[in-house]
C-alpha cells in the first residue's frame, strides 16, 4: 500500500464561459463535461478526457454542491468516515487549512474483488455567490502495481496534490 505523505494544495485553470466553461484543465490535461445534475440540495457535473466516459474512465474531475453544508473541515472528515466504513484498509490524509476555510482529502482505495485502484483528491471550500461548500475531484484509477507504475504514482500524486489547491473549476450544473 502507497503510504500518503501531507498534502499541498495546487493548480488547476477552467477555461472561459458558454460552452468553453463546459470543459476544464487539470494538470495540463482537458476534460470536457459529460455528465449534469443540479438540484436546490445537491449538484454534481463530471469532466471526463477525450474517448472516455463516465462508465469507463481512466481520470475525471468533478464539481459537487452541498448548500446544506458549512464546514468544510467536517465535510472532509465525513467522507474520511465513509471511506473507512467501505474499505477499513484505506488510507487518507487530511488537512484542514489554519483559518478553516478550506479542507482536503487525498485517498487511495479499491473495490472487494481489488480489480484496480482509485487515487481521490477532494478540495472542500466555500466559494462567494454560492450557498453552502463546493467541492473539486479530481480521481485516477489504475491497475498497473509494478514497481515503475508505483514510482510514476507517487510522482504523479505529488503533483496532482499540488496542483489541487489552486483549482478554479467552473460551478456550472446547468444542463
Do not use: C
Not at 138 to 167: H, I
Amino acid at each position: 500500500m502507497i503510504k500518503m505523505t501531507a498534502l499541498a494544495f495546487a493548480f488547476v485553470v477552467a477555461t472561459g464561459a458558454g460552452e468553453a466553461a463546459r470543459t476544464v484543465t487539470f494538470d495540463k490535461v482537458t476534460y470536457a463535461r459529460q455528465f449534469v445534475s443540479g438540484s436546490p440540495t445537491a449538484g454534481l457535473a463530471e469532466y471526463i478526457r477525450a474517448n472516455e466516459t463516465v462508465e469507463n474512465w481512466t481520470t475525471l474531475v468533478a464539481v459537487r454542491s452541498f448548500p446544506q453544508l458549512d464546514d468544510p473541515g467536517a465535510a472532509a472528515a465525513e467522507l474520511a468516515k465513509t471511506l473507512k466504513k467501505s474499505n477499513p484498509l484505506a488510507r487518507f490524509q487530511l488537512l484542514v487549512k489554519e483559518d478553516k476555510s478550506e479542507a482536503m482529502i487525498d485517498f487511495l482505495t479499491w473495490p472487494e474483488d481489488a480489480s484496480y485502484s482509485e487515487f481521490n483528491i477532494f478540495r472542500y471550500l466555500r466559494l462567494p455567490g454560492h450557498p453552502g461548500l463546493i467541492s473539486y475531484q479530481f480521481a485516477y484509477r489504475f491497475t498497473d502495481t509494478s514497481p515503475e507504475a508505483t514510482e510514476q504514482f507517487k510522482q504523479d500524486r505529488r503533483r496532482w496534490v499540488e496542483e489541487m489547491p489552486r483549482a478554479d473549476f467552473p460551478v456550472d450544473f446547468a444542463k
